[in-house]
C-alpha cells in the first residue's frame, strides 16, 4: 500500500479529534461520539481508497455511519479494510477525564480479524517483552517474565486495568506480586500503545475490554514491534451465534498480535483529551494544536505529530 495513506489517516483523527473536543466536559457523550463520527466519514470519503468497514460503530442497523460493511473512500485505488472507533472513551470526554482519542487503523483487505462487538481478554506489552506474555498464565507469572525481559523488578513494573468489578481477583494478584497498578475509567487502547512507548509510564495492559478495540490496539502494538494476546470472552448464547456468523467457530482460540493484524497495516490516533500517549486538543483564538501518533508496520515507523489548525484556511468541525 502506499506509504502516504498513512499521513492521510492522521488527516482523518486529526478530524474526529478537533470535532469531538468541542464537547469536553460537557456531559454529553452521544454528542460527543456523533461529532466524531461525522468527521471521521466526510474526512474519509476524500480519500483514494476503496475501503470497508470491518471493525465500527456497530451493524448496519445500530450505526447511522461507519457500520460494519460501509464502504469509504472514493472507490478508486487501493482495497482495504478499515478499523475505526471515532471516540475512544465517550464517557472520558464527556466528563473532561485524561485518555479519550480517535482512532483508526487500516490493512489489506481480509487483513482484520472481524471481532464482533463484545468482550475479549487481553495484554499487552512493548518490543522489551514480545514473546514473554502467555494469557493462560497467571498475572503474577506474566509479571515475572516482564520483569525478567526488560532486565528490572516486578516491582518496577506499572500495569494499565480498566476499573471494573470482574477485575478485582486479577487486581489483588498483581497487588500481591508487587507491581504497580493504574486503574482506568475506559478506553483501553491507549495504554495498550503506551506499553510500546519508552518513558510513557506503562508496561502491561491487562483485563476484560471491548473486543473490537482490542484489533485496533493489535494493528498499533504490531506496527510498534509490541506483543498482544486477546480471546474473546462470551456472556450469551447470542454473542456465540453472531460470532459464528462472522466466521469463529473456536470459541476458546487465543488470538496473536498478526492474527488480528494481518500485512501490511497502518494505525493512528489523536488525542481528544490528555494521556499518557498523547495530549488532547488545545484551542487557541482562531483555531487548534493536536497531537497525534501516525504509524506503519512494513516500515516500523512511529511518528509523533503536532498540527496546528488554523479555521480561516480550512473547515471549522
Known amino acids: 500500500m502506499d506509504r502516504n495513506l498513512a499521513m492521510e489517516l492522521a488527516r482523518v483523527t486529526e478530524a474526529a479529534a478537533l470535532a469531538s473536543g468541542r464537547w469536553v466536559g460537557k456531559g454529553d457523550k ?23 468497514v470491518v471493525i465500527g460503530e456497530g451493524e448496519m442497523d445500530e450505526a447511522p455511519m461507519l457500520y460494519i460493511g460501509e464502504k469509504v473512500g472514493t472507490g478508486s485505488a487501493a482495497e482495504v479494510d478499515i478499523a475505526v472507533d471515532p471516540l475512544e472513551g465517550t464517557n472520558i470526554c464527556a466528563k473532561g477525564m485524561n485518555g479519550s482519542i480517535a482512532t483508526i487503523a487500516m490493512a489489506p483487505r481480509g487483513g482484520f480479524l472481524h471481532a464482533p462487538d463484545m468482550y475479549m481478554e487481553k495484554i499487552a506489552v512493548g518490543p522489551s517483552a514480545r514473546g ?18 526488560k532486565r528490572c523488578y516486578i ?10 468489578p470482574r477485575h478485582d481477583k486479577i487486581v ?5 506480586a508487587g507491581a504497580r497498578i493504574h486503574l482506568i475509567p475506559d478506553g483501553d487502547v491507549a495504554p495498550a500503545i503506551a506499553a510500546a512507548v519508552e ?13 473490537p478495540e482490542g484489533v485496533l490496539a493489535a494493528a498499533a502494538l504490531k506496527c510498534m514491534g509490541g506483543d ?36 501490511d497495516v497502518f494505525f493512528a490516533a489523536t488525542g481528544v483529551t490528555n494521556g499518557e500517549l498523547l495530549r488532547g486538543v ?16 512494513k516500515s516500523r515507523t512511529v511518528r509523533f505529530i503536532t498540527s496546528q ?4 484556511y480550512k473547515p471549522v468541525y
Open 172 to 176: 489483588q494478584e498483581i497487588r500481591k
Open 132 to 149: 514473554a506474555i502467555d494469557i493462560n498464565a497467571s498475572p503474577a507469572e506474566n509479571l515475572k517474565r516482564v520483569a525478567e525481559a
Open 30 to 52: 452521544m454528542a460527543a461520539d456523533e461529532a466524531a463520527t461525522n468527521a471521521m466519514r466526510r474526512t474519509l470519503d476524500s480519500m483514494d481508497i476503496d475501503g470497508t
Open 199 to 211: 518513558g510513557s509510564g506503562v508496561d502491561l495492559l491487562m483485563g476484560i475490554g471491548g473486543a
Open 155 to 164: 516491582e518496577d513494573l506499572t500495569v494499565v486495568i480498566l476499573d471494573r
Open 228 to 263: 498482544m494476546q486477546g480471546r474473546l470472552v462470551f456472556m450469551t448464547m447470542e454473542e456465540r451465534d453472531r460470532a459464528k456468523g462472522m466466521g469463529i467457530d473456536d470459541f476458546e482460540k487465543v488470538y496473536t498480535t498478526e492474527e488480528m493484524a494481518k500485512g
Open 282 to 297: 488545545r484551542y487557541f483564538s482562531g483555531g487548534a494544536e493536536t497531537h497525534s501518533i501516525v504509524m506503519r508496520s
Open 309 to 312: 489548525h488554523f479555521f480561516d
